[in-house]
């Protein structure tokens, strides 16, 4: 109970406060300036005993809130409050930021005195001087009222501190005369003085030299001149410096002056030049000599207008006059002398054969017509057939019509006749006629099954010039669909005329046929089969000419095909390996034999440009490595790759297997091999032997070997040279009789940390050479044996394995395996026998297993200490008290009752066994009862310490069950002791 108690109550302080400290500060934080002061107050939420205070856990005032008020006089100026209550004490830092505004802010030029040239880089500098604190200083760069730029800093230095920030630039024209300034903000956040204080620098004026702009709307680049009327031209153009102006006329003949009179004598290339220290720009005048009588000029010179629409258009001269004005029957002007442009408007023209004129007094008047063209799209377009109704003839000639109705000028007006989206006709019209009219137009057509279903369509469009509105205005018939009925057409695509047919691969053929009506599917075969259905299944027994007849009303289309049984290549792979051995010295002739329909063409591919036509080819040592067989016909391609082996080997023979692995009283087989041509070959052997044979492939076979020391070779009698032999490589293995392991010189338990040898014995095993023994702890790898004897015959095999086991190996399992690897010739996987496992005992000194070496428990609580050992033999265990034993016999569990003061002990925990001795010292902290606990959280908790404590009893009970040698001894004798401990 004691125990449950001094649990709970460091639940209950731990719940309560934690890492929480309860005090809070307003305001939270504080944003002062520099040699101001500021009030601030401290404050908690409990309402138990607690101290505050600004000096530190000493004072005993007892109020909810304190108040302070600071005059700032350091820059990292510090202020803490202090909680204190019965349970814990506390402090909390006031944020505070103390700042200054800067004493100056400056801009100016870095390196540059004076006026900046257009295009070129200048450096703008700011210079902030005595401001705090700096990170959080913003400065900005201003062009105008435009912010540009800004720039902000991370150092946390708290003291004031100058600093200088640089903005780069390149002026233009446009910037000649503008102001740049920069400004230092601090943003001290939401406590901060809203708005942000600012010190701003006196503006910087920058003047900017640019090269000269010339005025291009008072000096057009085309200017017209009438013979006998002067005109004066006018340049004009800003730049800094104050631009020259100058005005060529020819090489040699330059005139200075913003004017210059032009009449039909100026050359007609003139260039009006603008020049400065900057540089220079030139506008180039293109004189029009005009041949008219009259000095005006007509903006637009034609104008098309839609009827009922508003139109408007200038009359403007270069000249001086009298007066001028516009005659018209709709919006006439009254002549003005004042002016050089005079404007003709009507803003609903309703007269369709209007002709202002614009005239203008000089020695005698002059008149200057506008040609006006009215115009009105079609009420209405509709495209019909004449003198037919329902579906078209393939063949046949129709009319089509098409009315357009009610437009104006029909001069300007082209029909035009579409069929889909393709233009194939149109009409132009020749009639001066301005009112609106009526126009119908035809085409002529002649269908075929492609206008099955396509729509035909016909379009008014008045094409009014380049004055007239963009895109040309146009009126669209609905469109007509037509019907065609035509003959049949047959799917070339899907029905060729030759179709090949593999034999034993049927081949389905589809005859598909377009037409309207429907066509009607058949195949002809022979004269008296016909088959009813657009797909046919062909084989390699279906006659050769074959018809497909596609019918309707219209006619009847035939496509013959011919059935052509054919064969791809195939490239006799008996004949022709894909490695051919050559000896040096003795050429082989191999062959390429291909079977196909057509009939194939055999090459031989030796290089990229050496072809060879033959079926046959003579290769030598010096032939290419990489050959090539290309069996072709109509059909299809077989390609044979045949590599050339060079041998250094004297005699022109080859083994298949090169090497062979045969267990003792097993069988073996291996070919011996040649390309040349010979007299006899044959096999010698103590096994086995093969007399001598014409063939080119011999075999050596013996179905039960029993011979460790075999040589076969296989001899050859060549035509060209003397009898040579090629000996095959034989190995003859046997696994192992036995694989046994065993300790050596020792019986029993092992001590921990002494050395002990285990020793494998492998016996009656071939050959010694191939074997390897693998020493295996657990499942484990730790060591390996192999052999250099080239004993071939068996032989007994001792190999052994030193240990130094500690009390981690104690129950472990050794085993001894061995394994003969006999290469890639030989058995997968390679053959293994494996001893069987030795177990180990392994005595070894106590060792103490404790979870928690501390415990703290809460006054008159119980407590209970668990001390788990293990070791082999089992140890004693015991509990001693200021060297004193508090137990005997094997305990592991010390109880102590309503703990007190002074059972804040060290106890000690002692195992031992013949081999050793482990103490192990736990500390007993004892903590004053808690004045205040919460029912529920008592409940909660004691719930979950009897569900633990269940987990514990099965846990231990386990444990004892296995014999662990750890000890749970729950019935024992207690004596009582003075510090209120039981043993």
Known sequence: MLLLQQLIGLLLINLAYGDYCPISFNPSEVVVKYDASFSVNCSTDRTDDFVLSWEGYNDTEFTEVISKREDVMDWEMQLTCYFQSNETQCSENLSVIVYKTPDSVSISTVNHIGPMKEG?????????????????????????????????????????????????????????????????????????????????????????????????????????????????????????????????LSTNNPVYSETLNITDSTPEELSCIASNSVGSTIRHVKVSKQDGNCPVQLNPQRVVVEYGGSVSADCKTYVQHEGMGWEASEGAVPMRRDTAMITWRVSDLREWDIKPVCYINLIEQCPLELPVTVYKTPDSVSISTVNHIGPMMEGNQYELQCDVLNVAPVQSLTVKWYKGQTLVDQTTFNDTIKTPVNETVTLMIRPDGADDGVQYRCEAELKLGEEGPQPPPKVTSDPLNITVYYKPIINVTKLPSLVPVFRGYPVVIVCEAEGNPKPTISWNLSTNNTVYSETLTITDSTPEDLSCIASNSVGSTIRHVKVSVQDKPTINVTKLPSLVPVFRGYPVVIVCEAEGNPEPTISWNLGTNNTVYSETLNVTDSTPEDLSCIASNSVGTDIRHVKVSVQDGDCPVEHNPQRVVVEYGGSVSADCKTYVQHDGIGW????????????????????????????????????????????????????????????????????????????????????????????????????????????????????????????????????????????????????????????????????????????????????????????????????????????????????????????????????????????????????????????????????????????????????????????????????????????
């Open 684 to 983: 010698e052997a103590s096994e086995g032997a093969v007399s001598m044979r014409r063939d080119n492939l011999i075999t050596w076979r013996v179905s039960e070997l029993r011979e460790w020391d075999i040589d076969p070779f296989c001899y050859l009698n060549p035509k060209n040279g003397d009898q040579c032999q090629l000996e095959l490589q034989v190995t003859v293995y046997k696994t192992p009789d036995s694989v046994s392991i065993s300790t050596v010189n020792h019986i029993g338990p092992m001590m921990e940390g002494n050395q002990y040898e285990l020793q494998c014995d492998v016996l009656n095993v071939a050959p010694v050479q191939s074997l390897t023994v693998k020493w295996y702890k657990g499942q484990t790898l730790v060591n390996q044996t192999i052999f250099n004897d080239t004993t071939i015959t068996p032989v007994n095999e001792t190999v052994t394995l030193m240990i130094r086991p500690d009390g981690a190996d104690d129950g472990v399992q050794y085993r001894c395996e061995a394994e003969l690897k006999l290469g890639e010739e030989g058995p997968r996987p390679p053959p293994k026998v494996t001893s069987d496992p030795l177990s180990i005992t392994v005595h070894y000194a106590p060792m103490i297993h404790a979870s928690k070496e501390k415990v703290s428990v809460v006054e008159g609580s119980d407590i209970t200490i668990e001390c788990n050992s293990t070791g082999n033999p089992k140890p004693d265990v015991w509990w001693s008290f200021n060297n004193k034993n508090i137990s005997t016999r094997r305990r592991h569990i010390l109880n102590i009752e309503g703990a007190t003061s002074t059972s804040a002990e060290v106890y000690t925990c002692s195992a031992k066994n013949y081999i050793g001795r482990k103490d192990k010292n736990f500390v007993v902290e004892i903590i004053g009862k808690s004045p205040n606990y919460i029912p529920h959280v008592v409940a909660v908790l004691l719930a979950l310490l009897v569900l633990l404590v269940l987990i514990a009893l099965c846990r231990y009970l386990w444990k004892k069950k296995n014999n662990s040698g750890s000890y749970d001894i729950q019935s024992t004798e207690l004596c009582p002791l003075s510090n209120g401990a039981k043993c």
């Open 120 to 248: 070129n880089q200048y450096e703008l500098q700011c210079d902030v001087l005595n401001v705090a604190p700096v990170q959080y200083l913003n400065v900005k760069w201003y062009k105008g009222q435009t912010l540009v730029n800004q720039t902000t800093f991370t150092d946390t230095i708290k003291t004031p501190v100058n600093e200088t920030v640089t903005l780069m630039i390149r002026p233009d024209g446009a910037d000649d005369g503008v102001q740049y300034r920069c400004e230092a903000e601090l943003e001290l956040g939401a406590e901060g003085p809203q708005p942000p204080p600012k010190v701003t620098s006196d503006p910087l004026n920058i003047t900017v030299y640019y090269k000269p702009i010339i005025n291009e709307t008072k000096l057009p680049s085309i200017v017209s001149v009438f013979r006998g009327y002067p005109l004066e031209l006018v340049c004009e153009a800003e730049g800094n410096p104050k631009p020259t102006i100058s005005w060529n």
